[in-house]
């Protein structure tokens, strides 16, 4: 593909399954239509979409949310999700996996200088790029559907910062530190102190 440049991107025409019906109806059909939907992109920045999450969820009105991303954002999207859970506990969760069609067409690169011009050749390419939808819940879902996680029993540990372990070992440790920081100090030489006197 070295000899290549990408001319346009473009979605190919998709089989139309239950996922893929209407723009607008997205994976998850029977949604509410005040749930929020995330759109996790490549470049997005993870703390602005949480700070948006967050707000959003914190809201009494608002019972669901929705991340979605494909290709290089999916890891991203469920980084999203999964803080999202922890910093909200008892959402109930669905993931859906679905592909999306994408064609591409590289056109060659002209040759160097030489002396006739060879026309420029197109090549089109089909590629499936995954995608990930997660919709997180407050309310219960249907636990048989596919994908589903219940929400986590335990609570989530408090954010409190960590104390100092204070096991025999890492209290030696310190003392052994402190040692080691006295005897790196220079010490006076003995040849300074005899002619002085």
Same mark, same amino acid.
């Given at each position: 593909?070295?000899?290549?440049?990408?001319?346009?991107?473009?979605?190919?025409?998709?089989?139309?399954?239950?996922?893929?019906?209407?723009?607008?109806?997205?994976?998850?059909?029977?949604?509410?239509?005040?749930?929020?939907?995330?759109?996790?992109?490549?470049?997005?920045?993870?703390?602005?979409?949480?700070?948006?999450?967050?707000?959003?969820?914190?809201?009494?009105?608002?019972?669901?949310?929705?991340?979605?991303?494909?290709?290089?954002?999916?890891?991203?999207?469920?980084?999203?999700?999964?803080?999202?859970?922890?910093?909200?506990?008892?959402?109930?969760?669905?993931?859906?996996?679905?592909?999306? /069609?994408?064609?591409?067409?590289?056109?060659?690169? *002209?040759?160097?200088?030489? #002396?006739? &011009?060879? %026309? =420029?050749? +197109?090549? !089109?390419?089909?590629?499936?790029?995954?995608?990930?939808?997660?919709?997180? /819940?407050?309310?219960?879902?249907?636990?048989?559907? *596919?994908?589903?996680?219940? #929400?986590? &029993?335990? %609570? =989530?540990? +408090?954010? !409190?910062?960590?104390?100092?372990?204070?096991?025999?070992?890492?209290?030696?440790?310190?003392?052994?530190?402190?040692?080691?920081?006295?005897?790196?100090?220079?010490?006076?030489?003995?040849?300074?102190?005899?002619?002085?006197?």
């Amino acid at each position: 593909m070295e000899n290549f440049r990408k001319v346009r991107s473009e979605e190919a025409p998709a089989g139309g399954g239950p996922e893929e019906g209407s723009p607008g109806s997205g994976p998850f059909a029977d949604l509410a239509p005040d749930a929020v939907h995330m759109r996790v992109k490549e470049g997005s920045k993870i703390r602005n979409l949480l700070a948006f999450a967050t707000a959003s969820m914190a809201q009494p009105a608002t019972r669901a949310i929705v991340f979605s991303g494909c290709g290089r954002a999916t890891t991203k999207t469920v980084t999203c999700a999964e803080i999202l859970k922890r910093r909200l506990a008892g959402l109930h969760q669905v993931t859906r996996l679905r592909y999306r /069609s994408v064609r591409e067409v590289w056109q060659s690169l *002209p040759p160097g200088p030489g #002396p006739e &011009p060879t %026309p =420029a050749q +197109s090549l !089109s390419v089909l590629k499936n790029v995954p995608g990930l939808a997660i919709l997180l /819940s407050k309310d219960a879902l249907d636990p048989r559907q *596919p994908g589903y996680q219940p #929400p986590n &029993p335990n %609570p =989530a540990p +408090s954010s !409190s910062p960590p104390t100092a372990p204070t096991s025999k070992r890492s209290l030696a440790g310190s003392a052994a530190e402190a040692g080691t920081a006295k005897r790196s100090q220079p010490e006076p030489r003995v040849a300074d102190k005899d002619r002085t006197a």
